[in-house]
């Protein structure tokens, strides 16, 4: 980690920031041998020199295989630094105690030092139990076998033993030795900063979860947020905290991000250019995810909860914010319609399900984890989505009208179902537009709102495109007219009774387009039926007449009224419809709306007048029919017998003008059979 830059008895330490070049283990003894010659004649120096070098040697091969560049580089500038207060003999140079820490310079070096540090670095020769040699094991030994807390106990002890020699004092004339000493105590504390990042690295590899080493780690780390809980007043770097659950926490996230790497790592860049292979991509990274946080939950929580250090919410966020990084990485190259829905889903969907890591027994981070894609990069994915959609969408609504252009040319007669004409255009395009508007709602509400859009645009188009090219081939037949009105029924049915803000301005169009099709069946029907037309008009009415006077019961009140507002409507509707086909039997208009007025008038004495209106309209009424008409009402008795008495009276009066029933060939009461339910009435009437 780096270190402060402060002032120490007057000197200004910087670290070097230009990179130091890697060297072997052996290269460094051989240097250091070469040039401490001289010093390895003298008793004092030589255990803490080779300490120094087989410490510094495991330190350099650990760093090599474990630490990532800035830990490797960190150990390397720890050895400089070694080196450097190593390289000089004991006549120019300070000598190296037990503790493999340079003390102060001898007097041959030219600075004189005072009489106490002097004793004191003569004592701890002489007796060779300096604390890092407790035990013969240095500090640097400690740290290789990851006895991290006894590492950092034996150096927390120099570090309080050089604070309490500086404040005595002790270096007043030799400002020199302290820094060189606490430089030599700050490396060794980087050196262990180091193993945390190997230790934290290692945990998610192949080699299984250490949980010792993990709990000596959570350790360490609070045991050096207690030594140092802030910076020291005086900016002493000797005492600066070191800030190691930051450093950890990097650590983590360093090693969350290498194992997303791994995914997809054997493809080579801008191999996953179709929609297979990013799938396919995206399945093992999450396989790879979703794994590496279960053995967190099972196997690196628990060792770490053990010693009082929370690790999950670490290691959730770091493979979150790998996670998104990594899918940045994949947006970016994203191409075409299935790439970006495979990658929307993805995030949407499987990610982001509540059953990604299965049974989820860890509390839920403390706050909130950010989104896994930036609004932005979400909105352009959905904007490009969208794009290559109505494209895709189009080319659908293309091969449906050449499905269909197909057909026509091949003269396939069109299936009958329920004894109607039968088409597949319909289905098509139910189930296109049902396709990529499920799939959208998968991802989000904006996108289904969106894409229920550009379907419903695309329909509108299509409809004017299929009846012109239907009218214009040459399979405009009776069975191929019914089977487009009846498929133009259908997406209306289902459409807007599924969909119907989306499709709501599509209703007149469909319309429109059942219209003209009907207009052509009619057209082609005209020449046969012209002479039939009004026959079947005056049947439709007779009919409906029919079932209106065979009621099951009477109807009484709003029932009554609400069945002649019904009549009365239906009555518009069938004129309507053989008005547009050319019916010229306007004198079946009446017949339907007078019943409709006797029974829903509400002035009882009224009905009088419209039972007069009906008679004169169609003289071939008869008696039964009269009383069919009164029994859809209670009316009572006497007011059935007044109304029968007065249509008997205007019944001989038009009998006598025209002479029949049937005059002018209107018949339409003459036809209608009464059934035995009516009969019944009338003898109750």
């Not at 290269?27 to 250091?32: L, V």
């Not at 500090?139 to 034996?154: G, M, N, P, T, Y």
């Not at 039926?529 to 009004?534: F, Y």
């Not at 019904?566 to 004198?587: P, Y």
Request: glycine share 8%.
């Amino acid at each position: 980690m780096p270190l402060p830059q402060t002032q120490a008895s007057g000197l200004e330490l910087h670290r070097p920031q230009e990179p130091v070049e890697p060297h072997t283990p052996a290269q460094g003894a051989r240097r250091a041998s070469s040039e401490d010659a001289p010093g390895a004649q003298h008793e004092g120096f030589r255990p803490g020199l080779g300490t120094l070098r087989r410490a510094l040697s495991r330190a350099s091969q650990r760093a090599s295989v474990r630490a990532s560049q800035g830990d490797a580089g960190l150990l390397r500038l720890s050895g400089r630094f070694l080196f450097g207060s190593l390289r000089r003999t004991p006549d120019n140079c300070p000598a190296v105690d037990q503790t493999g820490v340079t003390s102060e310079p001898g007097p041959a070096c030219g600075r004189k030092g005072s009489s106490k540090a002097k004793e004191d670095v003569g004592r701890r020769l002489s007796t060779g139990a300096g604390p890092e040699e407790v035990k013969g094991t240095s500090v640097a030994d400690l740290i290789s076998e990851r006895q991290l807390l006894a590492a950092f106990e034996r150096l927390r002890h120099l570090e309080t033993g050089l604070v309490t020699e500086k404040a005595s004092c002790a270096f007043q004339q030799d400002p020199t030795g302290f820094a060189r000493r606490a430089m030599d105590v700050c490396l060794h504390y980087d050196g262990l900063a180091a193993e945390i990042g190997a230790i934290v690295r290692e945990t998610l590899g192949p080699d299984g979860v250490d949980a010792a080493a993990l709990a000596e780690l959570a350790r360490v780390v609070r045991a050096e947020e207690e030594a140092h809980p802030e910076p020291p007043a005086d900016g002493d770097f000797l005492r600066t905290p070191r800030r190691w659950r930051q450093y950890w926490e990097d650590a983590v996230r360093r090693s969350a991000e290498e194992r997303v790497r791994q995914a997809g790592a054997g493809e080579a860049p801008g191999a996953a250019d179709a929609a297979p292979d990013l799938a396919r991509l995206l399945a093992e990274l999450g396989a790879l995810v979703r794994r590496d946080l279960q053995k967190v939950q099972r196997e690196v929580h628990p060792a770490y909860a053990a010693a009082g250090f929370p690790a999950w919410e670490a290691y959730l966020r770091a493979f979150h914010g790998a996670v998104a990084g990594r899918l940045q990485e994949l947006a970016h190259d994203a191409r075409g319609c299935e790439q970006l829905y495979v990658l929307l889903d993805w995030a949407a969907n499987v990610y982001s399900s509540p059953d990604f890591l299965g049974s989820q027994d860890q509390a839920l981070p403390s706050e909130p984890l950010p989104p896994l894609l930036a609004p932005d990069v979400w909105a352009r994915l959905e904007d490009d989505y969208t794009s290559f959609l109505e494209t895709k969408i189009a080319s659908c609504f293309d091969g449906i009208l050449q499905l269909e252009q197909s057909r026509w040319a091949a003269a396939e007669a069109p299936e009958e179902l329920q004894g109607l004409y039968h088409t597949p255009l319909s289905f098509d395009v139910c189930m296109l537009v049902a396709e990529h508007v499920k799939a959208a709602g998968a991802i989000s509400r904006e996108l289904e709102a969106t894409t229920l859009g550009i379907c419903a645009r695309a329909l509108g188009l299509f409809l004017h495109r299929f009846e012109k090219a239907f009218l214009e081939s040459g399979a405009v037949t009776e069975p191929n007219l019914c089977a487009s009105i009846n498929a133009c029924e259908e997406l209306r049915t289902h459409l807007l009774a599924k969909f119907p803000e989306s499709f709501g301005e599509l209703e007149k169009a469909l319309g429109a387009a059942a219209r003209t099709f009907q207009k052509r069946l009619l057209q082609g029907l005209q020449g046969a039926v012209q002479e039939t037309l009004q026959q079947v008009h005056r049947y439709v009415v007779r009919e409906y007449l029919a079932q209106a006077l065979r009621p099951r019961e009477r109807l009484r009140g709003v029932d009554r009224r609400n069945g002649s507002q019904k009549m009365v409507l239906e009555a518009q509707a069938i004129g309507n419809t053989f008005q547009c086909l050319g019916s010229q039997a306007t004198w079946l208009g009446q017949a339907i709306p007078c019943v409709a007025d006797i029974l829903g008038e509400t002035y009882k004495d009224d009905i009088r007048r419209h039972l007069e209106t009906l008679i004169r309209s169609y003289p071939d009424i008869r008696r039964d029919h009269v009383l069919a008409i009164l029994a859809l009402r209670r009316l009572g008795r006497r007011r059935n017998q007044h109304f029968l008495r007065h249509a008997q009276a205007v019944l001989r009066a038009a009998a006598k003008a025209g002479g029949s029933g049937a005059a002018g060939g209107r018949v339409l009461f003459e036809e209608i059979e009464l059934g035995t339910g009516v009969d019944v009435l009338v003898t109750c009437i």
